[in-house]
């Protein structure tokens, strides 16, 4: 047997052992017994490691080793290996003999049978290879017995485990079946309402009668007990009201015998008929089982499609179901009274029949949806606790947000699509002029191409209404809103307003009854879900775009495994995952786009808080209701004379109803203590997250009401800062006069007070106001006055004990100390009472006698030194003012008056009359006014001043000051964040001030305001906390004796004064007395040695705050090497630290970071640094007195740095602001640039007027160009801005300049296309359009552009492109500069120059194309100078504007144009395909500006299809 003998049966190819360098071709052994060749298999391998036999089609899974992991078939091996050892040994053979010659084939039938084997070598050959033929045949029957037994236990097994699980789905989806009869017929038992409609009417007017005569009562218990509150209702009505009687007759009670006259049944005959047909076991040809079919009832036949479809597929080779048990299809919500010979259940009606209300949609969604959630939930898969389904994404709006559909319901949708199409191609489903469309109807929309989807109105938009309408006539609808109920998404429609019901009926159909009935059978095909435990990364910024493109990037279109874990109110909690990947949860965690769920529990963070409940006055009756009851010492009560907090509580329901709230609002991980809202019976309330039960679940305190819930995270909403306002409501309080009688209240003890007073309005005394929870007593509203108390009746029915039954032991004896009086008597006996009318009127403030704890309110605040305040004291003398102002002028006509500055007037600002006093008045008539009571400044029309009477004038604010801050960050004024920071949170609020100085101005006070928490917070600590201020340094005072510096220097100490005082006065301690610092005196350095005028290189290396550029020479850099190395000669070790007073020190020497010495100039002394200016590089810095010496060093070597001011400009804002600073550092440190000297200065120190060069342009005139700065109109000619260039030192050579170029000529600016008056319109080409009224236009006309030469425009751009190397760069680049630019197809169009554009890293220019309109940003390598020849051509291009229309006023697209946001994209692209051809231009108007009217060929305007698209308005 050759090597060859044995071969694959799929490619022919022989198997073969790998020898040397040669790959071999090993048999392969599949799981089903079939053997394939190494090459074939990898073929035949699918990405999921699958390989599936050609022959038998049965999978064999491959491991991570591929094929060559696969069994190699040991037999087939060892046959190719004895044919290759049988080979080589007939080779040896024949090279032993080479005479012997070789016999034929072997063949029994040729030897004669008399010769003997022995004498017949052949016959040995022959009888070996039918020996190992053999061998191989019986080899290969057992390997083949051996399979084939396996396979068949095998296949038995998955046979029958695949018909019983068949059988499974099959009684589930009958089950399901069944459960949606029974649904649809509980729904036909709406009727049965409607037949008790009257005994309901009945009933509400026996609760309108009871509410009324509740009311009554009510109000005359009140008046009873209150007799003024007579003159506030009508006592007759009442009365009537309270004696009217009660008419039972009038009262029709005869719906208590009515029946419906239905009743169920079951046929049981037809039932059983019909479960032989429809469940069964069916053969095929091959006479073994394929599948087990169920085929639908015939009256549920619609719905029993949605779940037949999504549980089972048919093979495509299977038969059809049978006709005859299908041959109508009536509606499943048919009546029971049709006959039926297949129905099961039936309803029967021996009665009336009334009308059977339609199911809302929602309420229909619902229902299906629960059906379909059992019906997965009793699959064999819903045995574990985590379901696992395939589906496709529909359509994603977040991680928490998307809708799927179940892979299982894909023939599902296709019937209800088929379905659809079947009702919309009907005549019958088109929109007439007496149709109505309704928000939440089920209409027909078509989607694409020959589809037709059903969808869900959700807004509603009628012609000429900008609000969206709850319904309207089919013919006046303009746009819908509509939600696809089988994918998910929302989807906008416009109606064009001339279609009229064609185009509406293009789009939109209306399913009639039959089929709305029909249709609603059908759950929505999209299922809302959500990823389990996730939420956003950024909390505050929500799930964002990445997220969503990464979901839609790693799901695609393809199926993915849903993995269910429950359910979140309408949404079930999923995780999806790829066979290739891991779960989307964990990928998006990966990236870092969404993290796990986890409460956030800050230890070191304190959340905002509402503040606490106002405590009740001691002893002072108010009425409340008792809002919860946990026990008699802990319930809440809420008082009920509070208009604030129903003003709120409204507020609360209009922002958190609103349908973006839910998303807008949404809390993803709350902390401890947070503040939320949360919903209540209905309503939001406010609430405290107080704990974690576990999962996704919070408990929340109803701050509110007292009463504690535990909730989803999902159903809390961010709180917004306007909610905080009130504090809360609900006062934690306890009875103060009874006890238990055990350790804890008894069960009957709180249901007793629950019933008493839960939810009941009570008169409530407070005890004490200090603890909690509150002592109160508790009595209850009755007609006795003041009431039964609650105590009492608790201990009346022994379930309490009196307090005061109980024997307490003193263990302590009374306390005799005398306590100062409490806080509050002090307050009220500062403020005074409201003066009565016959007082005098006070106009100004006075300050009262106690300067300590005042009531102000913070009006205007400016900055710490500067707070405006209103001492509450004086709000009625404040109000007396505002009513004599208002009944003076509020009925006065403007005054004709000189209105000048200083002049204090009364001012109607936002129909308040104030007290105010002018400060300006402009030539418009403009005046601007401070508000004399208030602080701040108003600008008001004059027409709204009036005079003051001096009896009149004055203020009742007082301006104060911060006492004991000072800026931070060695600032002599305060920061703009430190001004907005307190004028934030002050202004409006409330405080108690202390007065510390009352004589200075403004007045230093300490301000104490309440903080969230409730408690008073000096707000000098909170700005210092803050880190915007410092404490204020006290200097060290000597209150008992002054000492002056001469005496101690002197050593001579004066005795201090002796100071006799009463006997009861202890004696003080000595003062302790420090030395006074030591007073110095120093120079100044010279000044430096200014370089001649003119043009000099020179290095930058400092730039002060105010502007000031300090430069110097090339000499000056190398002296201050030399001069650094001669300081640390003079200086060797670090000077003793001493007490200086540096008010006389002005040259000193600087210790640096680099722990070199430096000469510096102190500047100023801020607490323990000193502000010192380097004076050789112009460096300025605060460093710490220690490393500061008052010295001066080398006072021969002058300063080395010059102080440099920029000639001929003007800083905007009265100095350089600090982003010009910024751009001059950027530009100038460290550099050496060309510097011309223009002007020195008359001091010495002065700053010398300069022009700087940076990279050939003049930095005034980059300064300029930033609009930094502007030139100074007191240099007459522009030539000074100009900076000539340095004329260069040259020998006296003879120089030939004989045939060199000369210098090229200053060209102008271009000359624009003049249109002349007499030609009206013209042929013209857009050639640029910027927005769609404003194109650039080219002239077609020849004689409106008449050349000097003969050769034209293109012909000379052709002839300088040939030669363009020849042209020279561009070096000067002033605005509007004509030069030539490269285009982007490599040639050299004209252009001018717009501005720059970028300057770092490179510089670009903003050019535009003059013969095209087009702007461009360039290089300056792209940009070459002009030749004249080019110069006197006009610009081909016109910069016109078109007439006849501008942008739509209402539009509803998104997209607009950046530099033009009045247009929208879609109308820019609509205006360019409109603009293509040749048109006719015609003029309107030349000035100010081109303006002309376009018509196309035909000779319409342009524009017309432009506005009738909607996309703009006629003008």
């Known amino acids: 047997?050759?090597?060859?003998?044995?071969?694959?049966?799929?490619?022919?190819?022989?198997?073969?052992?790998?020898?040397?360098?040669?790959?071999?071709?090993?048999?392969?052994?599949?799981?089903?017994?079939?053997?394939?060749?190494?090459?074939?298999?990898?073929?035949?391998?699918?990405?999921?490691?699958?390989?599936?036999?050609?022959?038998?089609?049965?999978?064999?899974?491959?491991?991570?080793?591929?094929?060559d992991g696969l069994e190699v078939d040991s037999r087939i091996i060892g046959l190719i290996y004895t044919a290759r050892m049988n080979a080589k040994k007939e080779h040896n053979g024949d090279r032993r003999n080479p005479q012997r010659f070789k016999s034929p084939p072997p063949s029994y039938a040729a030897a004669p049978p008399q010769e003997n084997a022995e004498g017949r070598p052949d016959v040995v050959k022959v009888l070996d290879e039918a020996l190992i033929k053999a061998t191989e045949n019986l080899n290969q029957l057992d390997t083949l017995?051996?399979?084939?037994?396996?396979?068949?236990?095998?296949?038995?097994?998955?046979?029958?485990?695949?018909?019983?699980?068949?059988?499974?789905?099959?009684?589930?989806?009958?089950?399901?079946?069944?459960?949606?009869?029974?649904?649809?017929?509980?729904?036909?038992?709406?009727?049965?309402?409607?037949?008790?409609?009257?005994?309901?009417?009945?009933?509400?007017?026996?609760?309108?009668?009871?509410?009324?005569?509740?009311?009554?009562?009510?109000?005359?218990?009140?008046?009873?007990?209150?007799?003024?509150?007579?003159?506030?209702?009508?006592?007759?009505?009442?009365?009537?009201?309270?004696?009217?009687?009660?008419?039972?007759?009038?009262?029709?009670?005869?719906?208590?015998?009515?029946?419906?006259?239905?009743?169920?049944?079951?046929?049981?005959?037809?039932?059983?008929?019909?479960?032989?047909?429809?469940?069964?076991?069916?053969?095929?040809?091959?006479?073994?089982?394929?599948?087990?079919?169920?085929?639908?009832?015939?009256?549920?036949?619609?719905?029993?499609?949605?779940?037949?479809?999504?549980?089972?597929?048919?093979?495509?080779?299977?038969?059809?179901?049978?006709?005859?048990?299908?041959?109508?299809?009536?509606?499943?919500?048919?009546?029971?009274?049709?006959?039926?010979?297949?129905?099961?259940?039936?309803?029967?009606?021996?009665?009336?029949?009334?009308?059977?209300?339609?199911?809302?949609?929602?309420?229909?969604?619902?229902?299906?949806?629960?059906?379909?959630?059992?019906?997965?939930?009793?699959?064999?898969?819903?045995?574990?606790?985590?379901?696992?389904?395939?589906?496709?994404?529909?359509?994603?709006?977040?991680?928490?947000?998307?809708?799927?559909?179940?892979?299982?319901?894909h023939k599902t949708g296709q019937k209800l699509t088929k379905k659809i199409n079947e009702f919309c191609s009907g005549e019958s489903s088109h929109f007439t002029l007496k149709d109505e469309i309704k928000t939440g109807s089920v209409l027909f929309v078509y989607w694409k191409e020959n589809v037709w989807c059903r969808v869900t109105v959700t807004e509603l938009f009628q012609k000429e209404c900008f609000q969206s309408v709850t319904k309207c006539l089919a013919s006046e609808v303009s746009r819908l809103r509509v939600h696809f109920q089988d994918y998910g998404f929302s989807k906008g429609f416009s109606i064009p307003s001339d279609g009229g019901l064609s185009s509406?009926?293009?789009?939109?159909?209306?399913?009639?009854?039959?089929?709305?009935?029909?249709?609603?059978?059908?759950?929505?095909?999209?299922?809302?879900?959500?990823?389990?435990?996730?939420?956003?990364?950024?909390?505050?910024?929500?799930?964002?775009?990445?997220?969503?493109?990464?979901?839609?990037?790693?799901?695609?279109?393809?199926?993915?495994?849903?993995?269910?874990?429950?359910?979140?109110?309408?949404?079930?909690?999923?995780?999806?995952?790829?066979?290739?990947?891991?779960?989307?949860?964990?990928?998006?965690?990966?990236?870092e786009l969404a993290r796990f769920y986890a409460p956030i529990v800050a230890p070191g963070r304190v959340p905002l808080l509402f503040y606490p409940p106002v405590p009740p006055k001691i002893n002072v009756e108010f009425n409340a209701m008792v809002a919860h009851v946990n026990s008699p010492s802990d319930f809440y009560v809420q008082q009920v004379e509070n208009m604030e907090y129903l003003l709120l509580h409204s507020k609360l329901q209009d922002c958190y109803n609103h349908p973006k709230a839910n998303s807008e609002f949404q809390i993803y991980c709350p902390s401890v203590s947070q503040a939320c809202v949360a919903s209540y019976d209905g309503e939001w309330c406010r609430v405290q997250v107080t704990g974690f039960p576990g999962g996704r679940m919070v408990e929340v305190r109803y701050v509110d009401f007292g009463y504690r819930k535990t909730l989803s995270v999902k159903d809390l909403r961010q709180i917004k800062d306007e909610f905080f306002a009130l504090p809360e409501m609900a006062l934690w309080c306890r009875l103060n006069d009874v006890v238990s009688l055990q350790k804890t209240w008894s069960d009957e003890a709180c249901d007793m007070f629950k019933e008493?007073?839960?939810?009941?309005?009570?008169?409530?005394?407070?005890?004490?106001?200090?603890?909690?929870?509150?002592?109160?007593?508790?009595?209850?509203?009755?007609?006795?006055?003041?009431?039964?108390?609650?105590?009492?009746?608790?201990?009346?029915?022994?379930?309490?004990?009196?307090?005061?039954?109980?024997?307490?032991?003193?263990?302590?004896?009374?306390?005799?100390?005398v306590w100062d009086p409490p806080f509050e008597e002090e307050v009220m006996s500062v403020e005074p009472t409201p003066p009565p009318a016959s007082e005098e009127l006070m106009p100004s403030l006075s300050l009262p006698t106690c300067l300590k704890d005042i009531r102000v309110r913070v009006t205007h605040v400016t900055s710490p030194g500067n707070i405006f305040v209103q001492m509450l004291q004086f709000d009625s003398q404040l109000k007396r003012i505002h009513d004599t102002l208002k009944s003076l002028f509020s009925k006065s006509e403007p005054q004709e008056m000189h209105w000048e500055a200083e002049m204090f007037c009364a001012a109607n600002n936002t129909g308040v009359w104030e007290r105010g006093k002018v400060c300006s008045v402009s030539i418009s008539g403009?005046?601007?006014?401070?508000?004399?009571?208030?602080?701040?400044?108003?600008?008001?029309?004059?027409?709204?001043?009036?005079?003051l009477r001096p009896d009149l004038t004055g203020s009742f604010l007082l301006e104060c000051n911060l006492s004991g801050v000072r800026p931070a960050g060695g600032r002599s004024t305060w920061t703009a964040t430190a001004c907005d920071f307190i004028s934030l949170y002050l202004t409006g609020a409330m405080a108690v001030m202390n007065i510390k100085e009352p004589t200075a101005r403004p007045v230093l006070v300490s301000l104490f305001c309440s903080n969230r928490a409730g408690q008073n917070v000096n707000f000098t600590d909170f700005l210092i906390s803050e880190g915007l201020a410092l404490k204020e340094r006290k200097p060290a005072s000597t209150p008992e004796t002054v000492f002056s510096e001469e005496c101690v220097l002197s050593k001579e100490i004066p005795e201090p004064q002796r100071i006799v005082s009463p006997s009861q006065t202890p004696p003080t301690p000595t003062p302790r007395i420090n030395p006074p610092p030591e007073r110095l005196q120093t120079r100044s350095y010279p000044p430096p040695e200014l370089p001649p005028c003119g043009h000099t290189l020179m290095s930058i290396s400092a730039i002060s705050e105010q502007g000031v550029i300090y430069a110097m020479t090339h000499q000056a850099v190398c002296e201050f090497d030399r001069l650094r190395e001669r300081l640390q000669q003079h200086i060797k070790t670090l000077p003793r630290p001493k007490n200086y007073n540096w008010k006389g020190v002005l040259g000193c020497a600087v210790m640096g970071t680099d722990m070199f010495w430096y000469r510096g100039q102190v500047q100023e002394v801020i607490g323990g640094h000193v502000k010192v200016r380097y004076v050789d590089q112009g460096l300025v810095e605060s460093i710490p007195v220690c490393h500061v010496y008052p010295v001066v060093l080398c006072e021969d070597v002058p300063q080395l740095c010059v102080p440099c001011q920029i000639n001929g400009v003007i800083p905007i804002g009265k100095g350089w602001q600090w982003d010009a600073v910024a751009l001059m550092k950027e530009l100038l440190l460290g550099r050496s640039v060309n510097i011309y000297i223009m002007e020195h200065p008359e001091d010495p120190c002065g700053c010398v007027t300069v022009e700087i060069m940076v990279d050939g342009m003049a930095l005034s005139k980059i300064m300029v160009h930033h609009q930094y700065a502007t030139f100074d109109p007191a240099i007459s000619s522009q030539e000074d801005y100009v900076v000539k260039p340095p004329v260069l030192d040259l020998d006296d050579w003879d120089l030939n300049t004989e045939g060199l170029e000369e210098p090229q000529p200053v060209l102008g600016v271009y000359k624009e296309l003049q249109i002349p008056k007499e030609r009206k319109h013209f042929p013209a080409k857009v050639k640029h359009i910027r927005t769609p009224n404003e194109v650039f236009l080219c002239v077609l006309d020849k004689t409106l552009r008449k050349l000097e030469h003969a050769e034209s425009l293109e012909e000379a751009l052709e002839h300088v492109n040939e030669n363009v190397e020849n042209l020279s760069m561009l070096t000067d680049f002033p605005i509007e500069c004509p030069c030539l630019a490269e285009y982007s197809d490599g040639k050299y169009y004209r252009a001018k120059l717009l501005g720059f554009s970028e300057l770092t890293p490179s510089v670009k220019l903003l050019v535009r194309h003059v013969d095209f309109g087009s702007d461009d940003i360039l290089p300056i390598y792209k940009l070459r100078q002009l030749p004249a020849s080019l110069h006197h051509f006009p610009c081909a291009a016109v910069c016109v504007k078109l007439a006849g229309f501008k942008p739509a006023n209402v539009s509803m697209e998104m997209e607009r144009i950046p530099y033009q946001p009045e247009w929208s994209m879609k109308a820019m692209l609509e205006m360019i395909d409109l603009l293509n051809g040749e048109l006719t231009a015609v003029v309107t108007e030349t000035e100010p500006r081109l303006t002309v009217f376009l018509y196309n060929t035909v000779g319409s305007l342009v524009h017309t299809r432009l506005v009738e698209k909607g996309l703009a308005d006629y003008e």
């Open 1 to 67: 047997m050759s090597e060859t003998a044995v071969a694959c049966n799929i490619c022919g190819s022989s198997y073969a052992l790998p020898e040397d360098e040669a790959v071999g071709n090993l048999p392969h052994v599949l799981l089903c017994g079939h053997i394939f060749c190494n090459t074939c298999l990898r073929a035949l391998e699918s990405p999921q490691n699958i390989i599936t036999c050609p022959e038998c089609q049965m999978e064999t899974l491959i491991g991570e080793e591929g094929v």
């Open 145 to 409: 017995h051996q399979t084939l037994t396996n396979g068949i236990h095998a296949q038995l097994r998955k046979e029958r485990t695949r018909i019983v699980r068949e059988i499974e789905e099959a009684l589930e989806k009958a089950k399901s079946i069944l459960q949606k009869r029974r649904s649809m017929l509980m729904s036909k038992l709406k009727s049965v309402d409607l037949l008790f409609s009257d005994g309901w009417k009945e009933c509400k007017r026996i609760e309108e009668r009871v509410k009324e005569l509740s009311t009554a009562i009510k109000k005359a218990r009140h008046v009873r007990q209150f007799p003024s509150l007579e003159t506030y209702c009508n006592l007759d009505k009442v009365l009537e009201t309270l004696q009217i009687p009660v008419d039972v007759e009038s009262y029709d009670m005869s719906c208590l015998s009515l029946r419906s006259g239905l009743s169920c049944s079951l046929q049981v005959d037809n039932f059983a008929e019909t479960i032989r047909n429809c469940l069964k076991i069916t053969d095929d040809d091959d006479s073994c089982i394929r599948e087990v079919t169920m085929e639908p009832f015939k009256h549920v036949k619609s719905a029993v499609e949605v779940w037949d479809g999504s549980s089972q597929s048919v093979p495509r080779n299977a038969d059809p179901l049978p006709k005859k048990q299908s041959t109508r299809s009536p509606s499943f919500m048919e009546d029971g009274d049709r006959g039926d010979a297949n129905a099961c259940t039936k309803i029967v009606e021996t009665a009336h029949s009334y009308p059977v209300a339609e199911p809302r949609c929602n309420e229909r969604n619902r229902t299906l949806r629960k059906y379909r959630r059992q019906h997965f939930e009793k699959s064999p898969t819903a045995q574990n606790p985590k379901m696992v389904f395939y589906v496709l994404t529909t359509h994603i709006v977040n991680p928490g947000h998307f809708y799927v559909r179940y892979m299982l319901e």
């Open 504 to 591: 509406l009926n293009e789009c939109l159909r209306r399913p009639d009854a039959a089929a709305l009935v029909d249709v609603n059978g059908w759950a929505p095909l999209a299922i809302k879900c959500s990823l389990k435990d996730i939420v956003p990364s950024d909390l505050v910024k929500g799930w964002t775009s990445e997220s969503v493109d990464e979901m839609r990037r790693l799901l695609g279109s393809e199926a993915v495994e849903m993995q269910v874990f429950g359910e979140d109110g309408d949404a079930l909690l999923v995780d999806l995952k790829k066979t290739t990947m891991v779960s989307l949860r964990e990928h998006l965690v990966f990236m």
């Open 756 to 817: 008493l007073v839960e939810r009941k309005l009570v008169t409530v005394v407070a005890k004490k106001s200090d603890i909690t929870p509150v002592p109160v007593c508790l009595y209850e509203i009755g007609d006795d006055f003041p009431g039964t108390s609650i105590e009492d009746v608790l201990v009346r029915n022994a379930v309490a004990v009196s307090s005061q039954q109980i024997q307490v032991k003193d263990t302590q004896p009374l306390e005799t100390t």
């Open 926 to 947: 403009v005046a601007e006014v401070l508000r004399c009571d208030f602080g701040n400044k108003v600008n008001l029309h004059v027409d709204n001043l009036r005079a």
